[in-house]
Each structure stands twice: as structure tokens, then as C-alpha cells.
């Protein structure tokens, strides 16, 4: 089997049930996830106050269309829209990230009037033919040309080329806060201000792709707020719902009154729903995003301490981390998996990603350092 097939196919390895940071199989062998539920599971796996909502609406109402009211639903308008940063006062649920992505450029073209959409290099938004065309890759795209038109790409980071992209006739800029996929790519200091300024001028939409980034995991419930930003339209998924499938986009009044229609059959589906109010509620009370922000830096700083030159770099914010590695992040992924029962995951060739449930504390922060110590350091002696 080879590393390819490994990360990208099927994994040697059957999972039967999880429990917070852990995963087991069906011999009661147990693996930490640092990657493996792809940060939908903030709570850890199985956690009681999502359970409990979960089976208690299934055995009252599993589906009605999203026209008739229904408490789950409202208590998870409510909860979200209270947890997004002042300012976002609509929002819509859908059922995956790139969906919520897809309304979220739909949203800015028809409120703005305009057809332009300015996105970033390494981005990735999505495998819908809309959120697509703003995904950077080759690899993702290339099958399926000829996308949605009138996107430019412009290098992600770069104030001033960003700047200048954004005219008359942009709809939107789209970014992630962090790139995810891309690499675990941290912009500078300033990057976001700037985009909300040129967007400001323009009278064009910033959506901000939160779809990894959210949930509290960079340490913040989303990612802008660590920056002071506060986008036009806010997109998130993953986390949400505490590993059910759901995604969500926030707007602003402006981006809400101008929207043309959009729905979907399974918009804010009752069970769902559920998921998504027990699990914003526990982020929030718990006050989760903090411990992220507290064990991130204990991680970051024990990793950097430990692997030194063995590595190019470590960043990231939060739960969020990338190790950028002096050889391939496939083969580490393997090796981390089969050697030491730890499920992370590659972005890119060399950019290991970590993307663990909040509620890891010092000892899993430990066992990954171990872990990884031991991985960088047998690539660096066969070298």
C-alpha cells in the first residue's frame, strides 16, 4: 500500500466507536484523532449534551420542510447567530461547507448587483461548481472546466495586490482567515483589515470561508475575531454540528435584503438542527475556544521546543497547526498512524495538518509531541 493510498483511499485501519479526543476499533485499539474526523468534532467524539439533543428530537420529529417553525430549529438560529461576531443578524443552514460557500457567492453577486469574484492562491472553497471556481488547485478543478467565470486569484497575503484587484465591478472577496487546505498558510498582520477596507470602498461583499477555521479552534469562536474583522458573510460547516453534516452561512442586514431566493430541501433539518444548538451552546458555556487557545500554545510551544531544525516551521493558531516537514506529510501521516496509533492528516506535500477536538488537554498535547518527535527524527536519520 502506498502513502497515496493511505491518506486519500481507504485506511488499513476500521473504526468502531469514539469517545472525546479517542477513536477505537473493533479490538479495543485506541487512536488519538488529530485529524481523522477533519475538525467536525470540537466536543470530541460522542460528547453526552450532543447525544442527548440528537436522540431526543429524532423520537419527536426527524423532517418537516424549513417553512413550518419548529423549536430545534429556532434554538439553532438563535444560538448561532449569537455566536457570530456583531453586526452578522441572518443566517441561513445547509448542509456542508462548500454549500454554504456556493450561497455565500450567490448572496454577494445578487446584493451587489455585480459579477466579480476575487479570491486567493492556495485557497480552497469547495467541490460545487460555484465554490469550485474559487478553489485555487489544478487537481480539483481541471475535470470539470469550464467553471462559473469572472474569478481572479490574487496571492494570498499580499495588502496591496489584493487591493488593487478589487474594483466597481467586485462582488465579492473570498478568504479563509487561515488557509486550511492550502497549508496551514497564516497571513500578516494586517491582511484581513485590508481586505474589509477595500471591499468597504468597493461596495463589494467579504465573505470569510470559516468552514475549518470556526468552531473556536483557532481560539476565538471564529477566526476574524482574533483579527477584528467582521465580514459581510460569514460560512462555516465542519464543527458545527458536532459531527452531523450541516453548514451555516451569517450575513449582514445589507447582504440579507438583497439576496435573491435560495433554499435547499434540508435546510435546518430538525435533527440537525438539535446538533447544532447542543453543540454552539456547550462551545460557548464551556468556553472551549479559550482551552484551544490555552493547550494550542502549551502544543505549539512544546513542538517547536522539541523538533527545532528538524522541521522548516510550525504555525497555525489554536487547534489548528501545521508542521511544515523537511520530507513528505504522507509518509508521516503513515507512520503516525501505524506507529503510533495517532490519525492526522497531510495539506499539501510537506504541511503535516492538526486538527485534534478542543477538548484534548495536556497529556494528548503530549503523546502528539512524543509521537511526532519520534517521526521527524526517524525521517531526519535516514536522511
Request: charged share 20%; aromatic share 6%.
Amino acid at each position: 500500500m502506498s502513502d497515496l493510498d493511505f491518506v486519500s483511499g481507504s485506511k488499513p485501519i476500521g473504526l468502531e466507536r469514539g469517545e472525546g479526543p479517542y477513536l477505537y476499533t473493533a479490538d479495543g485499539t485506541e487512536y488519538l484523532d488529530a485529524g481523522a474526523s477533519f475538525a467536525c468534532t470540537p466536543l470530541g467524539h460522542c460528547h453526552p449534551a450532543v447525544v442527548d439533543a440528537v436522540q431526543e428530537q429524532v423520537g419527536q420529529l426527524t423532517f418537516v420542510d424549513s417553512s413550518y417553525p419548529v423549536e430545534a430549529r429556532e434554538n439553532a438560529y438563535a444560538s448561532f447567530v449569537a455566536s457570530t461576531p456583531d453586526g452578522l443578524e441572518s443566517a441561513w443552514f445547509c448542509n456542508s461547507g462548500t454549500e454554504a460557500n456556493e450561497a455565500a457567492l450567490k448572496f454577494a453577486r445578487s446584493a451587489t448587483g455585480e459579477s466579480k469574484i476575487v479570491a486567493a492562491t492556495r485557497s480552497f472553497h469547495g467541490r460545487t461548481m460555484g465554490a469550485l471556481a474559487a478553489t485555487w488547485k489544478d487537481k480539483y478543478k481541471k475535470p470539470y472546466e469550464p467553471l462559473a467565470g469572472d474569478v481572479e486569484f490574487v496571492p494570498y497575503g499580499d495588502d496591496e495586490v489584493l487591493a488593487d484587484a478589487v474594483d466597481d465591478e467586485t462582488a465579492a472577496v473570498i478568504l479563509e482567515p487561515i488557509q486550511g487546505e492550502g497549508g496551514i498558510n497564516v497571513p500578516p498582520e494586517g491582511y484581513l483589515e485590508t481586505a474589509r477596507e477595500c471591499t468597504d470602498e468597493a461596495g463589494a461583499a467579504l465573505v470569510l470561508d470559516e468552514v475549518q477555521t470556526g468552531m473556536g479552534r483557532t481560539g476565538s469562536m471564529w477566526a476574524c475575531q482574533n483579527a477584528g474583522v467582521t465580514p459581510d458573510i460569514l460560512t462555516t460547516a465542519k464543527g458545527l454540528g458536532n459531527g452531523l453534516p450541516v453548514g451555516a452561512v451569517a450575513v449582514r442586514d445589507w447582504i440579507a435584503d438583497g439576496a435573491a431566493s435560495h433554499n435547499s430541501t434540508f435546510s435546518g433539518g430538525p435533527v440537525v438542527a438539535a446538533a447544532v444548538d447542543a453543540t454552539v451552546s456547550t462551545l460557548v458555556e464551556e468556553e472551549w475556544p479559550a482551552h484551544a487557545a490555552e493547550i494550542g500554545d502549551y502544543l505549539v510551544t512544546e513542538l517547536e521546543a522539541a523538533l527545532g531544525d528538524d522541521i522548516r516551521e510550525v504555525r497555525g493558531d489554536g487547534l489548528l497547526v501545521g508542521l511544515e516537514l523537511k520530507r513528505g506529510a504522507n509518509r508521516a501521516a503513515r507512520d503516525l498512524a501505524m506507529n503510533h496509533q495517532i490519525l492526522a492528516l497531510p495539506a499539501g506535500r510537506t504541511v503535516l495538518r492538526l486538527l485534534p477536538p478542543l477538548v484534548i488537554g495536556q497529556e494528548e498535547a503530549d503523546q502528539l509531541v512524543d509521537a511526532l518527535t519520534a517521526v521527524v527524527g526517524s525521517d531526519s536519520e535516514e536522511n
